[in-house]
């Protein structure tokens, strides 16, 4: 664990002119352009242009280097090609057509850019040619606040737990209440195409909402109504069953339809929320022996304190009275249905908790308070925002409602397109927040307003209004951030509100 490559992440974005750009500007070797060159193909309806640096440090000699270049896309039917470079530029006679520069600063100044539209542009190059300015100035800018989510670092975390439990134990992944902010829909394509066992969701509505945008892995639904009865068997979702009032409610339904149903037992070991307490278990097991049309897939129970050690007897003892009443359970069904009681920290924490399945939930986004654990996981979620407006603030001003932020000395404020409607909390207000510009931390300044917030920018050089503010992901850790709030993680990412754009990547 501990060093991890430097990301070589190649992003495909929307460019100005409707042009599309498929951005692998962090290197530039034979075998990237080897690999780079087949997007093109996505594409077939627009113009293909490439832009490419020098190729540093091949190790092989320029004439047989740029025979090989010029052979690889020989056959790809490149409209027009820019290259970047002094080498590049002396080996100009091997193209059949190619306009060099020598900088990316002089392409931008030449006005050779302006003339691409309608394009695939592919972007190869070495670091030193900061192919970044030519991106910046061929991509749409996007100006909104938005959630980044990275489906590679989720499916990374997920084939991490996969061998933390081995083979014999399932994985159901939570994607309730928008998979935590994420996007119940798209997490739950990537957790379906990593062949995820079991999906979960809150409300049947969720669950609909899945099941009608291609999702169709085996969905259980923790808080069913007795109303939805016959949504729920429509659409195929498995109903949590916690208490005798919805057994009888389900055996009825399922008695009057004539119909077998997959029912998920719901077991109280002392989180005290829902579910049949010890003492009910005599009794759910005659009621369940009267009830053969109905089909009990899982039994479970969930722990109240599993990711912190000093609970560690109470979760032992959460973990054996569920293991004791499942096994009565199972002996008397006369079948074993899957047993699962470890959220995520249990994962980690408690591999006697395994059982046949865990439910992942947090920890797939890499978030988790064990140090182990947080080493081996990556970061999946980036929330970003931008500097609306950039002031001079004098001595003995103040900054926004209330005239709470006070500045001692002359200084300088950048107006974030960030506020509590959004889901950044009010109680990060006057420095307890901090975003990331530039690389550096400046912290708030004056109250969160409903749409923005302000930061103090004094120290910072170079900043311009449409840079990014980073709010978590970067240097700033989610955890951290919530802490900050006063809050946990959950409610924070939950907390981002809708018209915050996702944006799905993949490196
Ligand atoms: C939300 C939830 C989980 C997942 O918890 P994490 O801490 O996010 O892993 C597991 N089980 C139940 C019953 C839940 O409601």
């Known amino acids: ?166 083979t014999n134990t399932k994985i159901m992944g939570m994607v309730k209440a928008q998979a935590y902010g994420a996007g119940a829909v798209e997490i739950a394509k990537i957790l379906q195409t990593q062949g995820i066992e079991y999906l979960t969701v809150a409300y049947t509505d969720e669950g609909v909402h899945l099941r009608n945008n291609g999702i169709y892995s085996p969905i259980m639904v923790m808080n069913p109504q007795v109303e939805e009865f016959d949504k729920m068997v429509s659409y195929a979702l498995e109903p949590e069953i916690y208490n005798f009032s919805l057994l009888a409610a389900i055996d009825e339904y399922s008695t009057n339809q004539n119909k077998n149903i997959k029912i998920h037992i719901k077991l109280d070991t002392g989180m005290k929320r829902l579910g049949f307490e010890m003492s009910d278990i005599p009794k759910l097991m005659d009621e369940l022996n009267q009830m053969p049309q109905l089909w009990v897939v899982s039994i479970l129970s969930h722990l109240a304190a599993s990711e912190n050690p000093k609970h560690k007897e109470f979760t032992l003892y959460q973990i054996n009275q569920f293991k004791e009443a499942a096994q009565a359970i199972s002996d008397r069904l006369g079948y074993k249905p899957l047993w699962h009681i470890a959220n995520s920290a249990a994962i980690q924490n408690y591999p006697e908790a395994h059982l046949d399945m865990v439910r992942l939930g947090i920890s797939m986004y890499g978030i988790s308070g064990n140090s182990v654990e947080k080493n081996a996981l990556e970061n999946v979620l980036t929330l970003k925002t931008f500097i609306s407006q950039i002031k001079n603030v004098a001595k003995g001003e103040t900054v926004g409602y209330g005239r709470i932020g006070q500045f001692e000395e002359d200084g300088k404020i950048a107006t974030l397109a960030i506020g509590y409607a959004d889901g950044y909390s009010r109680a990060l207000g006057n420095g307890q927040g901090v975003f990331e510009i530039h690389g550096q931390l400046c912290p708030t300044i004056g109250s969160i307003c409903m749409d923005m917030c302000m930061v103090d920018v004094s120290k910072i050089k170079g900043i311009k209004e449409g840079d990014e503010a980073i709010v978590f992901g970067g240097k700033i850790q989610l955890g951290q951030l919530a802490k900050s709030a006063q809050t946990i993680p959950y409610e924070m990412m939950t907390s981002i509100s809708s018209r915050v754009k996702r944006i799905y990547i993949r490196e």
Do not use: W
Not at 54 to 62: C, K, L, P
Not at 63 to 74: D, G
Not at 125 to 132: L, S, V, Y
């Open 1 to 166: 664990m501990g060093i991890k490559p430097i990301s070589m992440r190649l992003e495909i974005k929307e460019g100005v002119r409707n042009n599309q750009l498929i951005d692998d500007s962090y290197n530039n070797d034979l075998d990237g352009l080897k690999l780079a060159l087949p997007l093109y193909r996505r594409y077939e309806e627009k113009k293909k242009v490439l832009i490419i640096s020098d190729f540093i440090e091949t190790g092989i000699a320029e004439e047989e280097l740029y025979r090989q270049i010029t052979q690889l896309i020989e056959n790809q039917k490149i409209e027009k090609i820019i290259g970047i470079g002094a080498q590049i530029e002396r080996n100009k006679h091997h193209f059949k057509q190619i306009h060099t520069y020598s900088t990316a600063e002089s392409l931008i100044e030449s006005g050779d850019l302006t003339g691409l539209h309608d394009s695939v542009i592919l972007l190869k190059g070495a670091r030193k040619f900061a192919f970044e300015k030519i991106v910046n100035a061929l991509e749409t800018k996007t100006h909104c606040t938005q959630l980044e989510i990275n489906l590679d670092a989720l499916q990374h975390n997920l084939s991490y737990y996969r061998s933390v439990i081995g």
